[in-house]
C-alpha cells in the first residue's frame, strides 16, 4: 500500500509543478524554488508529518522534502540547543543531501562531456 | 496592429502545450521516481536495522542524487528530462540534474573558474531560499517558544 | 535612409556552406558543401569548434572562388563576437566585425558589397555562422539539464557560411541593392518566441525595401526572410498583408526550410547560421541550376543579451535585406 500511495502522491506533486511549467512559463529554478518553500511552509503547518506517514517517498523526494526537511531540522536543533538552532538546523539536516550533491556534481562534471543531441 | 494588438495576436498565433498527455507523462516520471525512493528506503530499513527514519531518508536522497547525477553523466538525464517534464525536475533527481548539468557545461573554464563557479547557477535559489526561509520559520518558531 | 544600390554589381563568385549532423538530415541536407557529422568538430569545446566551422567555410569559399580575397566581413551570436574574430587568426585576412544578432548573413553581405562598390576593395568575404551548443549555453540552460522546450522556441543550425564577392565578371550572380534594416521593438518580452520579436522588423524591412525600389513579391522568383520560424512567417505574412502586400508561395523562411517537422525543433531554425547556410547552400544552388534569376534574400535578428533578458527588457529585432540577381553583361 505504501508504494501505491508514494508512486500517486509522488506523481501527484510533479504534475502540478509540470501544470505550473506549461501555465506560467516559469523557469526550472523558479519552480524547485517554489516547491521548497511550499515544503517548509507545509512542515510549519505541521502538514508534512502525517503526509509523510501516509505518503513516505511520495512527499519527501520532490523537492518539497527539501523544504521541509530544512524547517523540521531548524526546529529540532532550536529545541536543542535554543538560539544557536535558528542558524545551525537547516543546514544540518540537509548536510548529507547537499554533500553528495555537489561531490557527485564535482566528480561528474570534471569525468563527462556534456554533448547536444 | 500597434504592440497591444500585436501582443493578443501572437498569443491567438502561437501553438500551445498539450497539456493532457504531458500532464499523465509528468505524472507518470515522477510518481515512478518517488516510488524508486519508496523502494530504497525499504531495502535499506530491512539492511540497517539500526538506523531510524531521518537517517534512512537521508540515504534514500543522497542515493537518488548519486544515480541522476550518474544519469545526467552519460546523457540520459536530459532525455528523461524532455520527456516528462516536471516529472523530473521537481523530486529531488532534478536538483541534482541541475547541478550537475552546470558543473559539466562549465568544465571546460576550468575546475575552479568553471565548474566549481557555476556548478549552482540553477539550483543556487533552491538553498538560498531554502535557508533563508528555514531561519525565518525558526525565528519565529524561537520567539513563539520564548512566551510558551 | 533609403535603398543603396550597387552599380558596380558585385558578383558572386564563390561561396560556401558547412552544417552539422542534425542540419544534413534537415531537407536542405544535400544542398550543403560540407557535413561535420562530430558537434565538436575534432576540437576540445563547441566554442572551437564554432571558430572551425568559419575557418572551414571561409577557406572553402574562396578555394571556390578563385581568388585571393583582400578583407573579410564576418560575425556571429557569441559575446565579442569571438567565433568570428578568432577563426580571422587562421585566415590572416584584413576583418571587420559584424553583429546583427541572426540577420549577420546580410548584414555582412551588404558592408561586402558596399566595400565594392566605394572602390575599398576589389574582392571581399562575407560570413556568418553560429553552433547549438554554443547559443544554448550562451542564451539558455547547460546542455544536460532535463527540462522541456517550450513550443514557441526554436533550434539554433549549427553551420556556417561564407560568399566571396568580385568585382570582376567571373560570374553572373550579383548583389544589386540591399535595404538596411530600422530596429524595431513591438513589445515581445518572451525570450523562446524569437520570431514573434523579429516579425515587425521584417515587416518594416520588406515594406520600405518594396516602396523605395518600387517592386512587389511577384517581382522575384522567391523571397527569403532568415530564421522567423512558424510563428514568425504567419506574422509576417499578415502584417505585409496589412499593409498591402502579399507574399504568397514565392516567400520562403530559412528556419523552416531547414528542418523536417519530425526533427523536433518545434517552430523551426534559427541563429547566424540558419539563413547563412541555406543561402550559401540552397539558394546559391538553385541559381546555379537556372531556377532562380532574382531572390530578395532578408535576414532577420533579435537585438537581446541575456542581461537585458533578465533585466525584463523588451526584444528589438532587425531584418536586412539583399537583392541577388542573374544579370547578364
Redesign the interface.
Known sequence: MNFLWAFLIGGFICTIGQLL?LKT?WT?ARILVSFVVLGALLQVCQLFEPLKKFAGAGVTTPITGFGAGLVQGTFENIDKYGFLGIFSGGLTAMSAGIAVAIVSGLVIGMIF????K | ?D?QQ??E??KK?????KIGW?LVRAFIVGGLICLLGEGLGALYQMWLPGYDQTQIGSLVSCSLILIAAIL??I?V??????FS?GG??VPIT?FS??I???A???R?EGIIFGTCANMF??AGPVIVVGVAVAMLCGLGYFIVGLFL | MSTIYFQKQPRIVGWYSVAGKKESEGPLGKTFSRIEKD??FGE????CAERKLFVTAIEGAIQAAGIEPEIVFAGDLLNQIVSASFAMRDVGLPFVGMYGACSTMALSLINAATFIEAGAAHTTVAAAGSH??TA??QYR????????????SQWTVTGAGATVLSDTKKSPYAVTCATVGRVID???K?V??MG?AMA?AAADTLERHFINTKTKPADYDAIFSGDLG??GE??LR??LK?RGYDLGDRYYDCGKLVYAVQQKVD?GGSGCGCSAVTLNGFIMDKFKRGDYHKVLFMATGALLSPTTCFQGETIPGIANAVVIEEVTE
Request: hydrophobic letters at 25%; proline letters at 7%; glycine letters at 8%.
Open positions: 511549467i512559463n526550472p562531456k556534456s554533448r547536444s | 496592429m504592440r500585436y501582443a495576436y501572437i498565433i502561437s501553438p500551445k502545450s504531458s545526467t553523466g546523457g538525464y536530459d532525455k528523461i528530462g524532455y517534464g523530473s525536475i532534478g540534474n541541475s550537475t548539468s552546470a559539466m557545461e562549465f571546460k547557477k540553477i | 558537434e565538436y576540445k569545446t563547441h566554442e547549438f551548443a544554448e549555453r540552460t547547460p546542455l544536460e539539464f532535463g527540462n522541456q522546450r517550450p513550443p514557441t513591438y513589445g515581445v518572451d523562446n518566441n514573434a515587425p512558424q510563428i504567419e506574422a499578415d502584417l496589412e517552430m
